[in-house]
């Protein structure tokens, strides 16, 4: 939550690319880091309360974003974080762009989006809804009041037309106006025989919809096959689930209709060439005198959406011919207009949500740099961070089965709008994150100073290699199935004695393990019957000593010792210590 908020729309919605390349793949699956967000995010009963950087010490400047969206949202959380007094414009009545008026309540339930949006105008963020930018206020009309640098978030909300006969006729809508007006519980007409044009999420979440409204018979035609649909695979799976079919390989050419309203979809079955398209997916090519008619009394229009910039009525503002997207430095976001910055899908077209927060805070950095009147470039890069390099073959870690995520009854799921996931419980999500490898490199968050209960913790240490030799090594593991003590006891010992695995019992508090891992560390101790010295024999007695009748185990160096305890911080520190070893 300090790296950025909208923590439990985030934990729903977003598209998870960092699970592709979670490490744990190579073992069995990735780890479940969405649902996991989604956990974390859930169980905070309170509104964060976010470390400031510079918050303290308000600076000079008026900023101006927008569009309330992702990227908005971010960039206002962050520069309010930073000192700043950002206000947001959004031209809709609701805030929060294609989060309020894009996806569906089954997918992003209302009452988590205004709790995570509170959280943000909580900080004392100015959003000021209903007022559209280019033709309520122009951008001369800020300027002249103050504003010093903008950031343009106006989202890709303008649908792409497929410029064919039909598309006026009576019961052809767009994508976008279904879903604002089903996500509004706004009264609207759904036929019974529904076709959706188009294989992305849009059109997805645009089927599901209405199946959810009326339980009309839904149909989505895609011009690929199964492996290229461009929406993401679990909730086409869902989708399926709920009834909603797919028509593959299937080129609208014609909407057909009669007495003015739509009655069908005249397609041609396609072949995939061997062209690769932008989005990566092959080209695919109508087939002649394959012409077919699918019969629809209501077809939806879902092939994708453009940035509508030019209804800013900014002067000098650069566009992308073709797509109308905004042309932006592609490291500092700043556009054709020193001091106005974008980003979002207005920038890439549509993407996904976690991206346009990204760009949300980019653009700040930026901002920043610039009312500061710093150089905007130097010490940036758009490289990506590195990966930690990861032995899979070295980790110590058993095959464990990803948590799936729970889901309400299919007869429910199709009956209502309410949320069709319902979290990971307390069990599966503690499973879940000891499935992590903790191969991440460091990023400076201090998180583990803060976390450790002993205080033993301290970033600034080097870290070094020590060889620990032991007569005796306890095992504590939280699976205390007799499978996983053998499995553990080879990996430790290699078929040796001197191996003791104890379940660890990680629902108890911090001190109750300590001392049940002290008892049985003693318990051990006395089996070993370890070379032994009195404390008066000791080199380096002095006055303070204990009772000279105490006798404690020593190392072969003649050094007294009770032993090491190496605390695996959630297996924070696995990377650094080979506790196979």
């Keep these: 939550a300090e790296a950025a908020p909208l923590s439990g729309i985030l934990g729903r919605v977003c598209r998870h690319p960092c699970e592709a390349n979670c490490t744990r793949d190579k073992l069995d699956a990735p780890v479940s880091i969405r649902a996991l967000h989604r956990y974390a995010a859930d169980k905070a009963t309170a509104i964060p309360a976010w470390k400031g950087t510079t918050q303290d010490m308000p600076r000079e400047g008026r900023i101006a974003i927008i569009g309330s969206g992702p990227a908005g949202l971010t960039a206002a959380w962050e520069l309010k974080r930073r000192g700043y007094s950002p206000v947001v414009f959004e031209s809709h009545s609701v805030v929060g762009g294609m989060l309020a008026t894009g996806i569906p309540r089954f997918r992003l339930p209302r009452e988590v989006r205004e709790k995570e949006i509170e959280a943000i105008r909580s900080l004392g963020i100015d959003v000021r809804a209903g007022i559209t930018v280019g033709r309520d206020i122009t951008f001369t009309y800020l300027k002249e009041r103050g504003f010093k640098a903008f950031f343009l978030a106006i989202g890709a909300q303008r649908n792409n037309k497929l410029n064919i006969l039909g598309e006026e006729l009576d019961g052809v809508v767009d994508c976008m106006s279904l879903l604002l007006t089903l996500n509004l519980k706004v009264d609207t007409f759904v036929g019974a025989n529904v076709a959706i044009i188009g294989d992305g999420n849009s059109a997805v979440d645009s089927a599901r919809a209405v199946i959810r409204w009326n339980k009309a018979a839904v149909k989505i035609l895609s011009w690929t096959i199964p492996e290229e649909l461009t929406a993401a695979e679990e909730e086409v799976e ?165 948590a799936p995520m729970p889901a309400i009854s299919l007869q429910e799921r199709i009956s209502s709008f309410e949320e069709t996931t319902t979290g990971l419980s307390k069990k599966a999500a503690l499973q879940e994150a000891q499935r992590c490898l903790n191969c991440a490199m460091c990023s400076q968050c201090l998180e583990c100073v803060t976390t450790c209960q002993l205080g033993a913790v301290f970033h600034d240490d080097d870290v070094k290699r020590t060889d620990i030799r032991a007569e005796a090594v306890i095992k504590f593991v939280d699976d205390n199935s007799a499978h996983a003590r053998e499995a553990v006891k080879r990996t430790l010992s290699n078929g040796q004695d001197g191996i003791t695995v104890v379940c660890s019992q990680p629902d108890r508090e911090l001190i109750a393990q300590l001392n049940r891992a002290t008892a049985v560390a003693m318990s051990i101790a006395l089996k070993i019957k370890p070379k032994v010295t009195t404390v008066t024999e000791l080199k380096e007695a002095d006055a303070s000593s204990p009772s000279p009748s105490l006798a404690l185990p020593t190392m072969a160096t003649g050094d007294a010792v009770l032993g090491v305890f190496l605390c695996r911080c959630g297996d924070g520190i696995s990377s650094v210590i080979d506790f196979a070893e």
């Design 238 to 402: 869902e989708a399926i689930v709920e009834g909603v079919t797919i028509e593959y390989q299937a080129m609208p050419v014609e909407i057909v209709g009669e007495g003015g309203r739509v009655t069908g979809v005249r397609c041609q079955r396609t072949k995939l060439t061997n062209e690769i398209m932008p989005n990566g997916r092959h080209r695919p090519k109508p087939i002649p005198g394959t012409d077919f008619v699918i019969e629809a009394d209501h077809v939806v229009v879902a092939v994708g959406q453009s940035p509508d910039a030019s209804q800013l009525g900014i002067d000098g503002l650069s566009l992308k011919r073709g797509t109308g997207v905004i042309k932006v430095n592609p490291l500092t976001l700043e556009t054709s207009i020193p001091g106005v910055f974008a980003g979002g899908d207005c920038v890439t077209g549509p993407n996904n949500v976690v991206e346009a927060m990204a760009a949300g805070l980019r653009a700040v950095e930026s901002i920043d740099r610039y009312l500061q009147k710093s150089d905007l470039a130097i010490g940036r890069t758009l490289e990506p961070e590195a990966v930690a390099e990861v032995d899979i073959k070295s980790v110590e870690a058993m095959p464990y089965k990803r």
